[in-house]
Structure formats: C-alpha cells, structure tokens
C-alpha cells in the first residue's frame, strides 16, 4: 500500500472510539441462568430443538471449568454475572439500507459499510449488538442458490441444514466458552453454496458491540457443498468502553469434496473485550480451507483457526497477524489436524508486540496413524518493536505416521535499528520508518486481503505505532 | 563567508572506543573530496556520523552544514535539509516494496523542503524513477522488488545511487560505493553520479581503492588515518598511494601507531 494514499485518506481515529446512545426494545438482566437461555430462545421464537441444545449447552457450560492454561490470571477476571447475554437493539429486521434506523446507519457510515457494498461486495450482513439490522445479497447469487443470512433467520427458514449441521463442527462440550456461545448465540452469518457454484466475489459482514458490559455471541455456519467455492470476510471494530465485555464466537466451516473456503476475519476489538473464539473447520477430500486471521484489538485474545483434514489430499492454510500494544495479550495460533492420507498444512503466523504488549503463538500440528504422505510446513515469526514487550512460540507437534513431512521455522526478534536508520537516511521520520518496516513485516498477509481490507488494517498499525514511539516505550533516539 | 560543509576536530565513540580522534574537514560548495585510507581507519564511522546514526556518540567536536551544527538534529531531519548517504552495505527491508519506498521517501523530502510540494499522481512519478533509471541502466524488474531484498552488490549500489538521483541532496556522502563493483558497474554507477554532479552540490567519496576517483575526479583527496585527516592533496595523491600503498604517509606524519 502506497503511504502517501493512506496518509492522505485523512484518518478518523475516533471513528474507533464513539459509541451511540442506548436504544432497545429488549435487554435481558445482566448475568445468566437457565430462565435467560430459555427466554432468549423464545424471543427468537426458535424451534424447540434448539431451545433444548440452548439449555443442554447451558448445563455443560455451568460445569465446565475455565482452562487452565494461558493467561490464566486474566481469564479469571472474567465475571459472568457482570454481562449482558441478550440485547435485541430493533425489533423488525430490513433489507434496504434506507430503512436501517438513523442512529444505527451512523455508525456503519462511520465504518464505511454503504461505500464498501456500492464497490464490490455481494452482500452484507452486518451485526450490531445481537441482532443482524441490515441484510442483502445479490440476487445472481441467490438464483445459484447461495444461501446467505443471518443465523437467526437460517434456524426458521432453513432447519433441515442448519439441525443438521449446528454444533457438529465445535461442539457444545468442546470448551466453556463454546457452550456458553452454544447456550447464548445470537446473530452471525450462514452461509450454503450449493454443489459446483463458485461465489465470485468476497461476502461480507461487520460486527460491533456498542452496550457496556454487553457480550456478543454470534454464531457464524458455513457450508461449501461439492465443488463450491466461497471466500467470506468478517470485519470488527468495536467502541471502547471503561468495563469489561466478552466476545465468545463460535464459526463452524464445512468443505465438502473438493471445495475450497476461505475465511477472512480484521478484528479490532476495543482493548478491554475478551475475545475468545472457537473457529473450527472439516475438510473433506480435496477441500482446501484458509483462515486468514488479523487480531489488533482486545484486552485478551484466545484464538486457533483449526483445520480438520478428514479426506484424502485435503489442505489447509492459517495466515494469521497479531499486534499487541500495552495491556494487551494475543494469545492466538492454529491447529491442524491430518486425518487422512497425502493432507497439507501451512501456516504462516506473524506477530508484533509494543508497549510491553505480549504475543504468543500456540500452534497444534497432529498427524494421525495412517495419514501417509502429509505435510505440514510451519513458519512464526515475531516483531518486537522496544524492549519491554514479549513474545511467545509454544509450537505442539504430534506425530503418529512416519511417512509425513514437517517443516518448521521460528523468528523473534527485535525491530532492527539499521533499518530504521537507513531508512530516516532517505527522510523517513521515526513513526514513518516503522510503520513501513512493519507493514514489510505483515506484507504476506496483507497480500492475502481485500485492499480496502489491506488499507484499514495498514492505518491501524501506523495509530498503534504512533502510541509507541509517543510514549517513549522505545530507547534509541534518533 | 559560511563554509558549506564543515567538520571541526570531530571525536566519536562506539561502544566506547574512541574512533574518531579529532578530524577536521572542509567543503565548499560543487567541490568532490575524496577520502582514503586503510580499512579500520574510521571511514564507515564518519559517514554513519555524519548522518546521525545512534550507534555512534558525538564526544567532541562538531559537524557544521551551510552554518548550523548537525548533531541535534535527527537522522531524517539532516536528510531532508540535504545531506545524503550512500551506504556501504545498504539493509534490506523485506515486503516494502522499492517503489512504495522511493515515492515515500521523495515526498518526505520534497513536502520539507518546499511548502508548495504537490505529491506527484503514480504514474508521474513512476516515469520520473524510470528515467533516473535509464542513467543507472536498471530495468523496470526493480518496480516489483522489495526494497535491497535479494539485490545483488551491484544493484544495490546502483539502488543507492537511484535514490541520490531522485532526492537531489546537495552533499553526498559516498561511503566505498566502488567496493564489490566490477569495471562496467563502476562506470554506470560513476556516470550516473556525474550527470547529478553540478556546481551547486558537493561529494565526500570515501574509499579504499583509488579507483572510483578516476571515474569522479576529486578536487581534493585525504587521507584518514586513525580516526583523524593527517594528510590532503590534489587528485594525484590518489595515484600515489595506488601505487605505494599508505606506509609511506605513516612514515612522512610519523603518525604513532
């Protein structure tokens, strides 16, 4: 990306910190029982089936403990008394942009959502607070029969798919917080292209959370059947706020027989949410799935794009960046599992800490008996931009075959004081010389993206940065 | 009347070794200096001094340009009042592109040194590099390279010298550009200073080797021998210490090593 472009884009950084007066017709009381799971449930006038995996979901969260591995110590500030699970912001949903409520549309003409869908999105399910407000596709695609709504709306209008497919990928009993997501779910996006149709081009839907102490729990199903093919993009920004809010999504991926998915999640949650994310795919034979994961936000985040390779010659690639700034942990990675012969894996993760900010990369690569011919190549590399942040690689390798390849290689290193030298040598000031250095660093993921993607994510990175060479965390003066 | 360039009994340390003793030197406006002397003697130190590299500390002495001492300000600041450095070994910096770099770094310069400075549209701008290129016989191959990453010696040097060309400072510091180049590099590289040199700017070509002083005709050439000048004269002094190797200025300063 140009800078001159991104510098003159005239960034608005209190678009990423405003945040609308309260409007709702419904708000559940804080905390969580079985009457607000069964009541949430009703408001959605959902089926019974999911009524009952709702509460089934409940009960195993209330008895599942908290991991106890990681940042223990910050999730045992979590106070699942001190949330909000439901909030309902209007009651009727729409579909043309011009009946969103005004209050509602500010806040996504902040963000751009309107000029992004006139350029080139297929459609837009965009999340505020629980609910999905404002919801289109375009009708090409809907005529192919691709499906793409909101989950709310797939457990009425397409049961069959959804019964079938809910929970099947990340189970309620995987972890506490996917049942709690299990038991409290509301919005997210649902998405079935059917066998041999290939979507085009990217779709699309942006999340934010606007209530204090308000937890967001969406819940995201994607279905790529034979053949099909389906890049969905996910982006977050999130108004910050004095107290603490949870994030706890669940997003099950499945690519059937030679279907290829991809997955592109920006993130940028204010730097007091938890974001703690169980994002799961299967692939079957000759499936290929991508994440392509960027978390900038958040006070704590937990996350570990996870391919399941289940038929022969399946692949995977997890393209993931972390940034944390003080205060913050990003405790992100992948999983990979090969479960079946002549798979392949990659995954390529970087990250940057500054301001005594801390990144870890936890990575899972299992091969299983049987799975001959796999391969997996693993690449980490770390940023460190002063001397009091720190960064982690806790890589897990289990092997069970012999006849598989394994390629890993890990960089941590500081941010080098000749290149920045070298490159305020041609005129650069300090904050400009690291912001490119920095975006170099992140260019193979950058790559990966949408340029309006690439362009936010470039202008986040250069506001992060500001802070760090402001605040003196660095030593070296130029 | 103000020298443009002026060193005045300059002291630096690294790690605190002492590496330049006291050096003295002045340069006029459209003069070329050459500096020579043998490896360790403090050449790389005064060049990354010069442009206000950190790893060095100032101890003594001062560095004046067109009236004003150098030494508070930064690295970028020296950079867009003019001052420019072609480096020895130049970094690579993966994933940022060479001409994301060049354009961001003209548009630092310019936006500084004039307030009426309009960014120029990419494509502009593109042929503008494309030209500067042409002197330096580098391809449009560049356009699509991260910046120095997988460069060759010779490209690199010739990215260096691309890049004096495109931010017009008015003293170059050249620190052993000539190393690693053979013949033909040379004399793009050499050309292509040549067509930038005019009576406005001024070099300071530092070097091991003779060489490139055939190729860009000093006015005057020094010689630096542990961390000070100890001796100058005209271009021939050059020739003199191809042929004879530095001993026998040791000897003529009866410098105490």
């Known amino acids: ?478 | 009347m103000e020298s443009f360039f002026r060193v005045v009994n300059l002291k630096a340390s690294i790690d605190g070794n002492l590496i330049l003793k006291g050096l003295s030197l002045e340069v006029n406006r459209g003069e070329i200096h050459g500096i020579m002397g043998p490896n360790g003697s403090g050449k790389t130190t005064f060049s990354n001094v010069i442009m206000g590299n950190p790893k060095y500390e100032v101890v003594g002495g001062d560095i004046l340009f067109k009236g004003e001492s150098i030494l508070d300000m930064s690295t970028d600041e020296r950079a867009k009042r003019g001052i420019f450095l072609a480096f020895q070994y130049s970094e690579e910096v993966p994933g940022v592109s060479f001409m994301n770099f060049l354009r961001l770094a003209y548009n630092s310069v310019n936006s500084y040194r004039y307030s009426d400075f309009v960014p120029p549209k990419p494509l502009e701008f593109r042929n503008l590099v494309k030209s500067k290129m042409a002197l330096l016989d580098m391809d449009d191959s560049f356009f699509n390279r991260y910046l120095n990453e997988g460069f060759s010696g010779g490209e690199r040097k010739r990215a260096e010298i691309l890049q004096m060309l495109l931010l017009d400072p008015e003293l170059v510091i050249m620190d052993e550009t000539d190393s690693g180049l053979d013949i033909d590099a040379l004399k793009v590289v050499s050309r292509g200073v040549m067509e930038f040199k005019n009576e406005r700017n001024s070099f300071v070509v530092i070097t091991h080797y003779s060489r490139i002083l055939k190729y860009i005709k000093p006015d005057f050439v020094h010689v630096m021998i542990d961390g000070r000048i100890v001796k100058t004269g005209d271009h021939t002094l050059a020739d003199r210490i191809e042929d004879n190797g530095y001993d026998w200025i040791l000897k003529e300063v009866s410098y105490g090593v």
């Open chain 1, 1 to 478: 990306m140009a800078r001159e472009e991104i510098k003159n884009m005239k960034i608005d950084f209190s678009k990423y910190d405003f945040k609308d007066p309260e409007k709702y017709s419904y708000k559940s009381s804080k905390g969580i029982n079985e009457d607000i799971v069964r009541k949430i449930s009703e408001m959605k006038n959902e089926p019974d089936w999911m009524k009952e995996f709702r509460i089934k979901s409940y009960r195993i969260f209330e008895k599942k403990p908290m991991p106890t591995w990681g940042e223990k110590w910050l999730l045992d500030q979590i106070d699942f008394n001190d949330i909000y699970y439901y909030v309902k912001p209007t009651d009727t949903k729409v579909r043309s942009w011009d009946e969103v409520p005004e209050y509602i549309k500010n806040t996504f003409d902040r963000l751009g959502i309107p000029e992004a869908e006139r350029k080139y999105l297929a459609g837009i399910t965009a999340q505020y607070e629980s609910e999905v407000v404002y919801h289109s596709i375009k009708s090409q695609w809907e005529s192919k029969g691709v499906i793409f709504t909101d989950m709310d709306t797939a457990v009425r209008e397409y049961p069959e798919i959804v019964k079938r497919y809910f929970g099947t990928v990340v189970p309620p009993n995987d972890n506490k917080f996917a049942a709690l997501n299990s038991a409290v779910w509301s919005g997210g996006s649902f998405i079935y292209v059917p066998k041999g149709v290939t979507v085009e081009i990217p779709l699309q839907a942006y999340f934010r959370i606007n209530t204090q102490n308000m937890g967001q729990f969406e819940r995201t199903l994607i279905i790529a059947d034979e053949g099909a093919s389906v890049h969905y993009i996910e982006g977050c920004t999130a108004p910050m706020y004095s107290s603490n809010s949870l994030h706890a999504a669940v997003v099950e991926i499945i690519a059937f027989k030679g279907a290829y998915v991809r997955y592109t999640t920006i993130q940028n949650w204010s730097k007091n949410i938890y974001n703690l994310v169980t994002k799961r795919a299967f692939a079957y034979e000759e499936a290929k799935v991508e994440w392509v994961d960027g978390n900038l936000g958040s006070k704590l985040t937990m996350k570990y794009p996870a391919v399941y390779m289940l038929g022969k010659g399946a692949q995977a690639e997890i393209l993931s960046i972390a940034l944390a700034g003080a205060g913050q942990v990003q405790d992100a990675g992948a999983k990979v599992i090969h479960a079946a012969p002549y798979t392949t894996s990659k995954i390529t993760n970087k990250s940057i800490s500054l301001s005594s900010g801390k990144t870890i990369y936890r990575g899972l690569v299992k091969i299983m008996k049987g799975s001959v011919g796999s391969k997996n190549h693993t690449s980490c590399n770390a940023l460190l931009i002063d001397e009091e942040s720190v960064s982690d690689t806790i890589p897990h390798i289990d092997i069970n075959e012999d006849k598989v390849s394994l390629g890993h290689e890990a960089t941590a290193g500081r941010i080098s004081e000749e290149q920045l030298f070298y490159l305020m040598s041609r005129g650069l000031t300090e904050h400009e010389a690291l912001v490119t250095i920095v975006n170099g660093f992140i260019e193979p993921f950058v790559k990966a993206l949408p340029l309006e993607y690439a362009v936010e994510l470039n202008r986040l990175i250069e506001l992060e940065l500001e802070d760090a060479v402001d605040t003196g965390a660095r030593k070296v003066k130029y």
